[in-house]
Each structure stands twice: as structure tokens, then as C-alpha cells.
């Protein structure tokens, strides 16, 4: 049943010729949040010439795009958490209203602690008659005013992903690795999946291959912290390269990114033993040539004499054995 918004409002509800009465204002709009405490008031006043007996009712419910009422939302298709009406506080005791009296009706709104976010409607009817069943059946006809109030919940959620650390080993050296590591931090209200990619340069800016980030798909809770790995392309490579990670996350609509770079070099394994080989080889060598050339001297048994090294010039007298001099004189 669709009901036009002002027209539903305005409407002034005689059941008899003499009793009519209105109710402002039409339309309520809030802004809130999680524990809110808001009070209002409502006015109604009797511009017929009988007595009426008004009943208060509180009903969830749903507008079209144009601002009228779509539905009645029955109480069970709502919980707490969402249903504007299970936060609305209002005396629902029949009000006696006399010919040109006026009442001020208050009600309050106590927001549930852990509300969905989003925007909530329901209507405040007033509809009279002998009893609470006819006022209720009038409101719901659209036969009695009332007031539309609108709570928006804003979505105060935290979203935000820390990436605590990114570096890559120092040097890569086999091509089944898992050099690349990397360390992202929830500190947020909402779970995250973060994607992107590892895109890694030579040192003239080229780029030389890339790795997903998080290809699985995998959340991060609020609170949580998760390492991820990720292998470095080494076929071949060698030298020093760059590694720069690119990583998103949040909804559809609010993206954020992380961005980090790291050093490395990629030597690999056989090369290393290859140098290794080399360097043993060198230094065998050199201390071959080195013992050939001063400490390999051959001495026979019938030699007559023995190759001595003597220190060019003369050394002090302190350090003689013999003092020559003195003997001699």
C-alpha cells in the first residue's frame, strides 16, 4: 500500500462531521550515533467541535523513492539493532483531547548500542476511536495523521591497514624462494582483504616481473596481524634490483593503498660456488708461488757452502756480540 507522504500528514480525520484534529510537526529528521539519547515532541491539537480519544502507535516503516510510505514493517521482521521503533519511547495511554485543546506529546529516542548503519524510519501515528484496535486500524489505513521520523547512523567504523614491515633477503640465490616478506596490521573495526602486487626493477627503472599480493584472498580481523610471502623472480638475473610493493584494501567505493620498496641483489647458487672454486684455486696458487720463490731452497750433503741473506750495512755497536776494538787494542 503506497501512501503519499503529505498527503498521509495532512490528512485531517473526522469521524464524525464535528471531530477533527492535526498533528505537527509532518516530518522529523536525526542525525546520530550508538547510545544517542534524543527527546522531541510532537503537538496535537483538536480544531473539531467533539471530544476525541487519540491513541499514540509506533510503527517501522519503509519509504519509496519518491517519500511515501512503501510498507508497514511488521515487528518481527526487525531486530534491535535495526528497528527505529524498539528505540522510540512515547506514553501509549489514550489521549482525551476537548473541542480546541492543544497537547504536547514527548518521546524519546534511545539508540541501541551497536546499531547497523543506515538510515530509519518510522511513523508516529495518532489515530482515534473507541478503542486502541480502531485507532491502530485507522493509522494503518492511512486514515489518521501522524509524524515521519528519520534517524540516520552514520557508519563511524574504522577502516585502516598498517603494514608493519616489507624487506626482501639480501641475497636471493635460489629460484624456489621466499624472499619477499611482508607484515600487515589491523588495528581497525572491520575485517580486511588486502590486494595488489610486487613489482621488482633492474637498477636502469626497468621492470623485469611481478608477483600477486595475497592471491588467496585472505582476511585480516580487526586486531589481527598477518605475515605473507612471496617469491622473487631470479631466472636469469644478476645483480641488485628493487622491489616495490603496491597494496590496497576497503570497499568498492573507499579504496586506500599501502606502498614500500625494498633492495636486494640476486646471485646465483652456482655462480657463488664457482667463485668459491675460484678464490681457492687463486690462493693456492699464490702461496705455491710465494714458498717456491722464497722458502723452497734445496741444500745436498756435499755442499760447501750455504747461501746466507746479510742485512746490507752495519748495524750499532751496541748490538755486536764482540767487541773487536777492545781486543785489538
Not at 496535537?44 to 510503527?59: D, E
Not at 539493532?81 to 492543544?102: H, K, V, Y
Not at 538510515?119 to 495523521?145: C, I, M, W
Amino acid at each position: 500500500m503506497f501512501f503519499s507522504v503529505c498527503g498521509f500528514l495532512f490528512f485531517t480525520m473526522p469521524v464524525h462531521a464535528s471531530v477533527s484534529y492535526t498533528v505537527s510537526p509532518l516530518v522529523i529528521d536525526i542525525d546520530s550515533e550508538a547510545r544517542d539519547i534524543v527527546t522531541k515532541t510532537i503537538t496535537i491539537s483538536n480544531t473539531g467541535t467533539q471530544q476525541v480519544t487519540i491513541y499514540p502507535t509506533v510503527n517501522n516503516i519503509s519509504l519509496s523513492e519518491g517519500g511515501g510510505i512503501e510498507t508497514f514493517l511488521a515487528p518481527v521482521e526487525s531486530d534491535r539493532t535495526q528497528s527505529l521503533a524498539s528505540w522510540i519511547e512515547i506514553n501509549r495511554l489514550g489521549i482525551d483531547l476537548q473541542p480546541g485543546a492543544t497537547r504536547t506529546v514527548p518521546f524519546t529516542i534511545r539508540v541501541n548500542p551497536s546499531p547497523v548503519p543506515g538510515t530509519y524510519h518510522v511513523l508516529l501515528g495518532f489515530g482515534s476511536g473507541g478503542n486502541r484496535d480502531e485507532a491502530e486500524t485507522h493509522v494503518k489505513n492511512g486514515q489518521a495523521p501522524g509524524t515521519i521520523v528519520s534517524v540516520t547512523i552514520a557508519d563511524k567504523k574504522i577502516s585502516t591497514l598498517k603494514l608493519s614491515n616489507f624487506f626482501v633477503d639480501t641475497f636471493v640465490t635460489r629460484k624456489d624462494n621466499h624472499s619477499a616478506t611482508f607484515t600487515f596490521n589491523n588495528p581497525g573495526d572491520e575485517a580486511l582483504v588486502p590486494t595488489g602486487e610486487i613489482i621488482f626493477y633492474n637498477t636502469t627503472g626497468k621492470e623485469i616481473g611481478s608477483v600477486p599480493v595475497n592471491d588467496q584472498n585472505e582476511m585480516i580481523a580487526p586486531g589481527a596481524e598477518r605475515v605473507f610471502t612471496a617469491m622473487v623472480p631470479t631466472d636469469g638475473l644478476f645483480g641488485k634490483y628493487k622491489a616495490y610493493l603496491r597494496v590496497e584494501y576497503g570497499t568498492t567505493t573507499q579504496r586506500a593503498s599501502l606502498q614500500d620498496t625494498s633492495f636486494y641483489y640476486v646471485i646465483p647458487i652456482k655462480m657463488i660456488v664457482g667463485i668459491i672454486i675460484f678464490l681457492i684455486v687463486l690462493v693456492t696458487v699464490i702461496a705455491w708461488y710465494v714458498h717456491r720463490r722464497y722458502f723452497d731452497i734445496q741444500v745436498t750433503e756435499d755442499a760447501e757452502h750455504l747461501l746466507l741473506h746479510v742485512k746490507e750495512g752495519t748495524s750499532d755497536e751496541m748490538h755486536h756480540d764482540i767487541n773487536l776494538k777492545k781486543i785489538h787494542d
